[in-house]
């Protein structure tokens, strides 16, 4: 929730500021994203751009279903920062778009046990594409997909007594719900 503040802060802030930095059309906007809210956590991101391109900074928490992890394992949890690079196909912010970026996870996990939790970070890096879907005015549902591989940070992680390895390849599919200032 202290996120989703934030964010609503940010909306009033960040169209002046990017329209005081240059006289040009840069625009804005907030995006929500789905799963991580249905696994009881949230995700905020922030974004200017112009043209076709954009960059967007966000943050995510997330509580990985047990079916999603490796057996044995149990509660991973995932604080995610990220810093990505969109490239649309049509400009207004329609239509296909593919992204890539670099992503950092503060994660922790338990065995089925319960008895002790790991702490570990990772960072990763991220492609991903989607399509935007014009909602109304200037909101819009993206539909996405995306793979992180895991590029550096902890590897084998004792948990009570067994190893825990984020796998190399980490898919994941949502749809976000954005707004353009």
Known sequence: ????????????????QAQRVTGKKIQAGLELDVL???TGGYFAAAWLGKKKWRARLLTADVNKPDWSTSAGFTNHHISSYALVADRFLQTGWKGWWISGGLVYWNSHIQTDQRSETAKFKNFLLNGSLGYNITLYKKLYLSP??????????????????????????????????????
């Open 36 to 38: 991580p809210y249905a």
């Open 144 to 181: 996405w997909a995306g793979l992180s591989f895991r590029a550096a940070g902890d590897t084998k992680v004792p948990v009570d007594n067994k190893l825990f390895t984020l796998p190399f390849i980490n898919p994941e599919a949502s749809v976000k719900l954005g707004y353009t200032f």
């Open 1 to 16: 929730m202290k996120y989703f503040l934030l964010l609503i802060l940010l909306s009033g802030f960040i169209p002046s």
